[in-house]
């Protein structure tokens, strides 16, 4: 199958422009990242995975990380390129309503994920099990004190240097969202 | 540049639910984008900023939960099958990214061929979709093939290594994963997109939101058919 899909790759050169290479390198980014979270949650499979509702709960909690962190990258990458947002002045009102904002969502959403982890474990599944609720609020709250700076750093400096954040930061936090996602699973589970 | 800051400013102090002729001037004199005006008086001075975000990202944000949670109670029925597939628990978050990141390139892309009226009725013979199509498949392939490798290595460095028939499997449920959501998102995103554009909305706004909540649901759901047919 493989030795198939590399001649056809072969024999369609044409399809190798820029916007392959692009796509590309950005996904290996995104996919490494993607590896080392998997790699982590394999280590801690019996602390993690056997949970009750652990794993109704984990795709989405992977994914709050790319649609909060992500989004407030974007916001911050258009306000930087409009101007509106000037990279050496961070004491704004605009910066502090996307970084509260970005907190607070985070929060939120990890309360749902958890209610909603908590109701189909019990209907579905027969298990009440309240632990389920606060795991993710409490590893929401550690992940994204570590993962919202980081973003709203990393897209600053990135447009200090020069580039177009909008390229990096989408497989950027989606890898360090991961990683810092399951981390912070391990140590809410220590906490709690 | 003078005369633009200053309707800029002017534009700032409007209030964010009234439509001023302004907008259409500046955009139409200056040639700034909409886009850019609208960002402009979205978070301009009477705005209360992180009110704004969070009431325009909080329904989206909950449906997508609800979408996820769903897409995990497939996962978590076939629990103790997958715990035990050491290469399958590696690749799942890897298999989450990679799936919602097509989705997303395939919509923003398809949205920028619509915006260009580079698609027709008949999409499916155009040029420019196939290419895509082939473009993301491959890429998919490829990153899939890898990541699918790096995770055997991992589990066998961990002294759990799988044998040639687990191997086997683990390869081809990702693969026919990964090759059918593409497909799956290829086809909602060209259905979706082109009824959003012919109602003349952003199909940008919906189509991400939409393709992101099938890939994780479908990534779930048809990760957890798979197991079961091969486990």
Known sequence: MLIIFAKYLWHNMHLIDKNFREILSTQLVSVAGGIIAGSVLAV???NLLLIPGMLILLPGFLEMRGNISGSMASRLSSGLFLGVIHPNR???KLIRGNL?????LAVVVSLMLGLIAFFFNYLVIGVYSM??????????MIANAIEIPLT???TLYLFRKGHDPNNIMGPFVTSTGDITSIVSLLAAMVIL | MKDVRSKLLKLQKLKKHEYHHFIHKIHKRHNISKRTLFYVKEYGQHTHVSRTIIKESIKVLFFASIISSLGGLAIEQIKTVFVSIMPLVILLPALNDMIGD??????SKFSTLLYENKVNRKWWKEGLIKRLFLQVVSVALITTVLSTMAAFVISSLSKNAVSLDVAYKVFLIAIIDVVALVSVLFLVAILAGTIIYRKKEDPSNFLIPITTSVADFGNML???MLVMAFF
Do not use: D
Request: net charge neutral; proline share 3%; charged share 5%.
């Open chain 1, 44 to 46: 801690y499979t019996e």
């Open chain 1, 90 to 92: 961070i004491h704004t």
């Open chain 1, 100 to 104: 509260l904002a970005s907190f607070a």
């Open chain 1, 131 to 140: 632990k389920i609720i606060f795991i993710p609020v409490v590893a929401g």
């Open chain 1, 152 to 154: 709203f750093f990393v």
């Open chain 2, 102 to 107: 097509y989705g997303t390139i395939i919509s």
């Open chain 2, 222 to 224: 048809i990760l957890a």
